[in-house]
C-alpha cells in the first residue's frame, strides 16, 4: 500500500541517497517547484547523497548546468545521469552500431554537441542509418517530423529514442509532446525502436554503479508512473510519487488513493511506495 507523506525527511532516515527526477520533481524547465532548492538542502544536511535521474536525452553535464542555472546550489547532486549520457558512454566505448543519425531534437545544434568526440555525424533521413530521437520542439505539432518518420519507415531504419518520455510539464500547467510519444507511434506503425532510459534497468544500474550503493538503499522521487515508479521497481529500488509534477490536474478532486490506483493501471505500473505533493 501507499503510504502518503509530507515530505521525504520523514523516510529519508532508511536510504542512503535520494535520486530525483528533473522536470516535474525539482523544476518545470523554468523554475524550481515551491519547496524544492529548500528540500535538497534539507536532504543533504541530513547526510545523504543526490543524485539526478533524467531521460534528458543530453549529455550529464548540460543538464547539471541547467539544474544550476534555474536555482539549485551548485556542487549538490554526486551524480547527475541521463538517459543521453548513458547512451554516450555505450557509443563511445565502441558499442555503437550506426555511424550516421538523422537528429530529432528540443534544439537546433543539439544533437551535434551531444555527439562531440565520437565518431559519429548527423546525415539527412534519406542518407541516415538511423534516427536519434533525443528531443521534440515544445510548440511543433505532432506531426511536425512526419515527413521525416514516413521515409525512416519505408527505408526500414530504426529509431534509436534517449528520451523515453511522452509528455512533459512546463511553466503554467502545460504539458508537451516528448520523444516517446513519436518513438511508440513509429513501433506501432511497424519501425524498430530502441528505448534507452528510465523504465529500462541500464540507466539505473548506471547510477548504481556511481554512487556505489547497493538498490534497496536507494529511493527514487519522480512524477511518471510509467517511467520513475516502474522503472525503480524493476530496479529494486524503492519509489516516491510526486502528485504536483505531471499528473497534477487528475489530483484536483482530493481523491488521492483511487486516483494513484486508477492511473497505475492506465499506466500498466506499479503502486509506489510512498507519495507526496511536492518535492519537499
Known sequence: MTRAIESLAEVAADYEAIVLDQW???HNGTAPYRFAVQAVKQLKAMGLRLAVLSNSGKRSEPNEAQITEIGFPSGFFDCVMTSGEALWREAAAGRAQFSRLYPIARY???AEAWAKGLDISMAPVEEAEAVLLMGYPDNAPSDAFEDAITCALRRGIP???SNPDRTAPRAGGATVVMPGTIAHD???RGGEVRFIGK???PVFRAVEEALDIPAEKLLLVGDSL???????RGAGWHSAFVRGGLYADEF?????DETISELAERNRAPMP???LEYLR
Open 199 to 201: 523504465p529500462h534497468l
Open 252 to 256: 484536483r478532486s482530493g481523491r488521492i
Open 186 to 188: 513509429y513501433a506501432r
Open 108 to 110: 537546433s545544434g543539439d
Open 24 to 26: 516535474g520533481v525539482l
Open 273 to 275: 511506495d510512498f507519495t
Open 159 to 161: 529509431v534509436i529514442c
Open 226 to 232: 510509467e517511467h520513475d515508479i516502474a522503472g525503480a
